[in-house]
């Protein structure tokens, strides 16, 4: 408990420094990650994790945190901040799991037909339901729910935005694509997608026409987008972000010119675009030199702030949901965020590897597991790349050195990996034609069992 309070005091330097603030109250930290196995219709087939901070308001915001490509709701929760600042501001977190498979595996579905159709089916109909389910189980206040996701998860934070106006409030959307990017199922792999590479260039009224036409009709308000990219990022080229940029202003009917810029930090630069009522309807978020591998250390707070759920949520008595017809969820704990230096040994351990290899280029997903009887407080993962393999970026470690014998280290929010735990690392690659993945990890110096 007293880490996440140190990691909650590192955040609040970060919105600090953004001109945002911070209250100075401390919330208990008890809850845990709990998987619901029937939330309604779900023909996506996907699986619905949520976390409900003990301390929250009677009726308090949803956010639904969305996974990228070969990674999980879990994963997500270990690997963002999104849950430590629930314990904060008292919102609930729903982490969806994608199963659709689309070249990468476990991709959320922005490409059939079905997923582009209001109510058509497949995974948004399933990301509905569950924040249909939370609103009934938890009292959730149905004016306050929130997308936001990395890569795949970006792509369907946008995605959501634009067939559900009137179920979401706000998105921020990471590393993303614009809505109706991928014109099927075929085209959806990053590595060999004509929306991904790298030459995708439609007009604002064409990108705005995309979401018009998601729900024909709609006049209601729209939700307001927060939009995040990283300059060198190879997989979903920053091009991509311009393309974002020109459909939701097109969509609030604003011109293409940002009524501000700044940077709010160093590497970040900031453009932002107000209605005539000066309510900042659309911001972007250039990362400068950052690859594949948002959100890194306080940007989720910053996209919380966003949402304006950073005030202090007014504590309940019971933290119990509400009588319902559907079924009571069974916890499941994963790791709380912990020191980020490791200590001499380690314990036992696992790891298993997923390859999404195309042309030069790959993507390797790790999953870390803690098998021994007490926590890991701090590691760092030894692995030797097969010849011809370069790193370009990574997400939720930092990486070195690129290529040969790499060492993978914990980031700020991950540092911990409890009995039975496991958080998710990954990064993209260039090759020379061997795809092959590592044959041998050792988790601070001790040899990890294959999955």
Not at 30 to 39: H, I, K, M
Not at 203 to 221: E, I, K, L, N, S
Not at 281 to 289: L, N, P
Not at 432 to 437: C, L, P, S
Request: proline letters at 9%; charged letters at 10%.
């Amino acid at each position: 408990m007293r880490t996440r309070g140190k990691i909650l005091l590192a955040v609040a330097a970060t919105l600090a420094a953004a001109g945002l603030v911070v209250p100075a109250t401390q919330p208990a930290y008890a809850a845990s990650l709990t998987e619901v196995t029937s939330f309604g219709d779900n023909p996506g087939r996907m699986r619905m994790h949520v976390y409900v901070p003990d301390n929250r308001p009677a009726r308090p915001a949803t956010v639904v945190a969305m996974h990228g490509c070969g990674g999980s709701g879990p994963g997500f929760y270990s690997g963002s901040e999104f849950a430590s600042l629930a314990d904060r501001y008292g919102y609930i977190v729903i982490y969806p799991s994608a199963t659709q498979q689309a070249g990468f595996g476990n991709c959320f579905d922005t490409w059939s037909d079905a997923a582009k159709r209001r109510g058509g089916g497949s995974d948004p109909v399933s990301i509905v339901s569950m924040v249909r389910y939370v609103q009934q189980q938890y009292g959730a206040d149905p004016d306050r729910v929130y997308a936001t996701g990395s890569s795949s998860g970006g792509m369907m934070t946008n995605h959501m935005l634009a067939l559900y106006p009137d179920v979401f409030k706000a998105g921020a959307a990471f590393m993303g694509v614009p809505y109706n990017c991928f014109a099927n199922a075929a085209d959806y792999p990053p590595g060999s997608s004509q929306c991904t590479g790298g030459s995708m260039n439609r007009t604002p009224q064409q990108w705005g026409d995309a979401v018009r036409q998601a729900y024909p009709g709609y006049t209601g308000p729209r939700p307001r987008v927060q939009l995040w990219h990283g300059t060198a990022d190879n997989l979903v080229p920053y091009s991509l972000l311009q393309e974002e940029i020109e459909q939701w202003t097109n969509v609030f009917g604003l011109s293409q010119t940002p009524t501000s810029t700044d940077t709010p930090q160093a590497g970040w630069n900031r453009r932002r675009w107000a209605d005539g009522a000066g309510t900042v309807q659309v911001e972007a978020y250039s990362i400068q030199g950052a690859g594949h591998s948002l959100p890194s250390a306080g940007m989720a707070a910053v996209a919380i702030a966003f949402f304006g759920l950073t005030g202090t949520p007014s504590p309940t008595t019971s933290p119990t949901p509400t009588t319902s017809p559907s079924p009571t969820p069974t916890p499941t704990t994963s790791p709380t965020p912990g020191p980020t230096t490791p200590p001499p040994g380690g314990g036992a351990c696992r790891v298993s590897v997923e390859v999404n290899a195309w042309n030069s280029g790959l993507t390797e997903n790790i999953t870390i597991t803690n098998t021994g009887s007490s926590a890991v407080n701090g590691w760092s993962l030894a692995f030797t790349l097969p010849g011809g393999q370069s790193i370009t970026s990574g997400w939720n470690a930092s990486y070195s050195p690129a290529s040969g014998q790499v060492t993978a280290r914990n980031v700020a929010y991950n540092g911990t990996i409890g009995p039975n735990g496991s958080t998710t690392i990954g990064f993209q690659a260039t090759h020379t034609g061997n795809t092959a993945r590592p044959t041998s990890f050792t988790l601070n110096g001790a040899a990890c069992a294959l999955a």
